[in-house]
């Protein structure tokens, strides 16, 4: 009783419990100078709608030993606590520091969740290699930039070497990584440079890159074992500029289309080992273009080609046919009414296989033939050496002419690389030699299909020449006064063969 009143003790009144708040994603990175930073928690309701939370700070501690707190204030509508940052860029801070919320709950001090901050610091970008050439124009884009600052990004800008800006957007991956995705629908190939700004920095810091033209597609690279030279097929492969495969580079060696496809040709250096080239092995073959890209692209090793040596050869002249004034020298060059006799020895396979042939054709293979056992221009002299006759008159008709070559054809259809083996001539026909008793003066060469001449000379060094004009009809030719009775010709047929003329010469009436 208090003063005549009956008074009722009132139950005492519990002191609310601390807040449980923890951080939305404990792993989260946040940049310590963002404007307007936000620290994402949740827990008791009570923090973002009462006052029992007041005085809060994000207390910062590096690995310096230095510490230092920024206010922090609960604010629903965003979700967190926003912390005042002003004073961050007056402050020495480690690029990676931690920060915990502290504050008073009512008249309790509480400690809250732990962030993990970085602090914004020029530093260098790598980017991913993936993307250092996988930017090509005419498309929208996405490289991959990596750097310890990249939760400090606050944009990312992209200029080409003119100076024009190129849209762009971006967002941070990781604590470590920003995706930027680039627009180059309109732009050009050549040099870009990309500028990362980060919050409170007034420099950004720059990254150079390059953009391409869509990039040829390589399908396939195929070599035979023990060959130094190998196919690769696909498109645009203009564009390459070299292979490298086991070690060994290869570099083009020539450029055809075939159907919707290209083939290039490649070749090993003639000191490269390809005995490590085994049949039947699959490896991958780095395919290096001109622009600085590489590519990679499956490399087959296919069962070796047939290969022939080349024994002997012998030119055996038409005996019906009136002796000629020329006298050829050497077994390299094949008057074309004469027959060529050549011996081959296989070297792959081991042995001679009866359904193997030989092609013999024209350096620009406008001509050609296919030798065999079949039609009798192959007689096989044992198992590794064959007899091959060759008529090319009959064979190549009497337009035929310069370098022939022959190759092996395997029962599969493979072939064997191109060798030479004589050169066809057409040879005029020289009647006469009318000269006149003063050698200063200048004799009369006579006969048919003089057209067939280069040049004619009185001496073998051809200092005393003269030519034949192109198109050249007539049956008679003038030709400086041979010292004694030797001339000697070119043929139009083969100009690096200096050819004797044994004709008499005759006086002049």
């Not at 195929?222 to 060994?248: C, F, M, N, P, W």
Request: net charge negative.
């Amino acid at each position: 009783m208090i003063g005549g009143v009956r008074v009722i003790g009132l139950p005492p009144v519990a002191a609310p419990q601390l807040p449980p708040l923890r951080a939305v994603d404990p792993k989260a990175v946040s940049c310590l100078q963002r404007s307007s930073l936000v620290l994402p928690a949740e827990g008791a309701p009570l923090v973002f709608s009462t006052n029992l939370a007041h005085d809060l700070v994000l207390h910062v501690s590096s690995k310096s030993g230095t510490s230092m707190d920024f206010p922090a204030k609960a604010d629903a509508a965003r979700g967190g606590f926003v912390v005042d940052t002003d004073a961050v860029k007056s402050k020495g801070i480690d690029p990676e520091v931690s920060g915990t919320l502290r504050g008073q709950w009512g008249f309790e001090s509480f400690e809250g969740p732990t962030f993990h901050l970085r602090t914004s610091h020029s530093a260098p970008w790598t980017i991913a290699a993936a993307d250092q050439t996988s930017l090509v124009v005419g498309r929208d884009d996405v490289l991959h930039l990596h750097s310890d600052a990249a939760a400090c990004v606050e944009d990312v800008s992209v200029e080409d070497e003119h100076g024009k800006k190129l849209k762009t957007t971006q967002k941070m991956v990781s604590a470590d990584e920003v995706q930027v995705e680039i627009s180059l629908k309109d732009a050009a190939p050549g040099p870009l440079t990309i500028r990362v700004k980060q919050f409170g920095l007034a420099k950004p810091d720059e990254v150079a890159l390059h953009t391409y033209s869509e990039a040829g597609r390589v399908d396939s690279f195929t070599i035979d074992a023990g060959d130094r030279q190998g196919l690769l097929k696909g498109s645009r492969l203009d564009e390459v500029e070299g292979l490298e495969v086991g070690g060994i580079h290869f570099s083009p060696a020539g450029l055809k289309r075939a159907g919707n496809e290209d083939e290039l040709q490649l070749s090993a250096p003639g000191t490269a080992d390809v005995s490590g080239f085994h049949s039947g092995e699959k490896q991958t073959a780095h395919v290096s273009l001109k622009d600085g890209r590489a590519l990679d692209v499956a490399a087959t090793v296919q069962p070796p080609r047939p290969k022939l040596t080349l024994l002997n050869k012998n030119i055996q002249p038409d005996a019906t046919a009136t002796s000629s004034a020329i006298r050829l020298e050497g077994q390299d060059e094949l008057p074309q009414n004469a027959k060529l006799a050549f011996s081959l020895k296989t070297q792959v396979p081991e042995t001679f296989s009866r359904d193997e042939k030989v092609e013999v054709a024209a350096e620009d293979e406008s001509v050609h033939v296919l030798l065999s056992l079949a039609d009798g221009t192959l007689t096989l002299q044992d198992s590794q050496t064959v007899l091959a006759t060759l008529d090319p008159l009959k064979s190549f008709g009497p337009s035929a002419f310069g370098p022939l070559r022959f190759r092996p054809v395997g029962a599969n259809g493979d072939k064997g690389d191109w060798q030479p083996l004589v050169t066809l001539v057409r040879l005029p026909a020289l009647t006469e030699l009318r000269c006149p008793d003063a050698s200063d003066q200048q004799c009369t060469l006579q006969g048919t299909g003089l057209y067939l001449l280069d040049s004619v000379s009185t001496d073998a060094q051809f200092q005393q020449s003269v030519p034949v004009p192109d198109g050249f009809a007539g049956s008679t030719l003038t030709v400086p006064h041979p010292t004694g009775t030797e001339l000697y010709v070119k043929l139009r047929d083969d100009r690096t063969a200096i050819n004797k003329v044994i004709l008499p010469v005759v006086p002049e009436k």
